[in-house]
């Protein structure tokens, strides 16, 4: 996982023990290395299916 996200594996380790918090971009990372969404990583939907993703870097 630390390949695909870049995220440490002690970070990680410090995240489930409750000692650190994901930060937005850390969680963006995850749901892309998943194929799933942000939403169902938090628990907020049962529909572990991605959202379409965007293409443009700059599209707001």
Same mark, same amino acid.
């Given at each position: ?48 299916? %991605?959202? %379409? ?8």
């Amino acid at each position: 996982m630390q390949l695909l996200t870049g995220i440490d594996q002690s970070d990680y380790s410090k995240i489930e023990n409750g000692r650190r918090y994901y930060t937005f971009e850390q969680c963006k990372r995850i749901a892309a290395a998943l194929d799933t969404s942000m939403d169902y990583l938090a628990g907020l939907t049962d529909d572990p299916r %991605p959202y %379409p993703r965007n293409t443009q870097k700059n599209s707001l």
